[in-house]
């Protein structure tokens, strides 16, 4: 546990300094308009729902923990 809490915290760390170079560029407001993203919209109302998003964040968190585990 406390070796995924110190990768867990170097990751956050590294992505918070490299935030400004990471957020220059379009590729990431591809995040959440994914084929399979869920947006509905009618008058007066908008839903969206970021279902592809989602499974892939879950799929690399997985991994992630997959690796650290072994």
Do not use: N, Q
């Amino acid at each position: 546990m406390r070796r995924l809490l110190i990768m867990a915290g170097l990751l956050l760390l590294a992505v918070g300094v490299l935030w400004p170079w990471l957020t220059r560029g379009t590729w990431w407001k591809h995040i959440g308009h994914l084929p399979g993203d869920i947006h509905i919209e009618r008058e007066g109302f908008s839903f969206h729902f970021p279902l592809m998003t989602c499974v892939l964040i879950s799929l690399l968190l997985s991994a992630i923990v997959w690796v650290f585990r072994r």
